[in-house]
């Protein structure tokens, strides 16, 4: 199968009278290149890396949005004891964690628009979960990420994130110009080598098989093709 790989079968790319066999169009980059290299190669890691960066960041919310407080208590050492051990049930709770339970069980008070009043045993205490990630610098991950997308795809770093908060018009219409000249270059270059020669091979065989017969006196389509 190795050597399969290594042999050719060549085909010519179009015939003798210039009708195209098959159209292969890409940008070049440099000479003897046989393939096209898409316009989003240079990123892709940095994406992989964008859309990871913003699933943690996703998760952290989430996570911080879950567990937004909590009671911290001491812990009754028979209690400890027996969940470090292999056999743990209700009866290794210790005598202070059954008078929390029957402290809580009995105290159930809450204020007339529905908020509760907790009243804590003694030794506990409610504490917040604050978020020590610094989320900060998640925006400053993204911006950096999406102009590198940007430069990279020849379109201005607002048309690829849609933020136009940070820049006057004056600064939008300069990009809007440097990235039309960018989109005009490939249309023209589509258009002359994927779409015209497809165009062309269409109007011969409509012209050769008489579906779309040629005026009188018209001159043969390939003897006027430029036309």
């Keep these: 199968s190795g050597a399969k790989t290594m042999t050719w ?23 003897a290149q046989h393939r096209g290299s898409g316009i989003l190669t240079p990123v892709v890691q940095r994406l992989k890396m ?29 209690m400890v004891e027996a969940a470090m051990g292999e056999n743990f049930d209700d009866t290794s709770i210790g005598a202070y964690q059954d008078g929390r339970i029957e402290f809580h069980n009995e105290r159930r008070i809450s204020l007339q628009n529905g908020s509760r ?18 989320h900060s610098n998640f ?38 110009l440097e990235a039309w000249k960018t989109l005009t270059r490939r249309r023209d270059d589509f258009s002359v080598g994927f779409a015209q020669p497809i165009l062309s091979a269409f109007i011969e065989e409509i012209h050769d098989t008489e579906d779309l017969p040629l005026p009188s006196g018209a001159p043969h389509f390939l003897d006027a093709r430029a036309a």
């Design 50 to 78: 964008l859309i990871k960066y913003d699933q943690t960041e996703l998760e952290a919310a989430i996570l911080n949005a879950v567990f937004g407080a909590h009671v911290s208590s001491p812990y009754d050492p028979k």
């Design 117 to 134: 009043m907790p009243i804590l045993y003694p030794g506990e205490k409610i504490e917040t979960v604050n978020a020590s990630r610094p």
């Design 139 to 176: 925006e400053v991950f993204e911006s950096a990420a999406l102009r590198n997308i940007a430069a990279a795809t020849g379109l201005s770093t607002q048309q690829v994130t849609q933020d136009w908060s940070d820049v006057n018009y004056s600064s939008a219409r300069s990009a809007m």
């Design 9 to 31: 079968r060549r085909i010519p790319r179009e015939t003798d009278w210039g009708r195209p066999h098959v159209v292969h169009d890409y940008d070049h980059e440099r000479g």
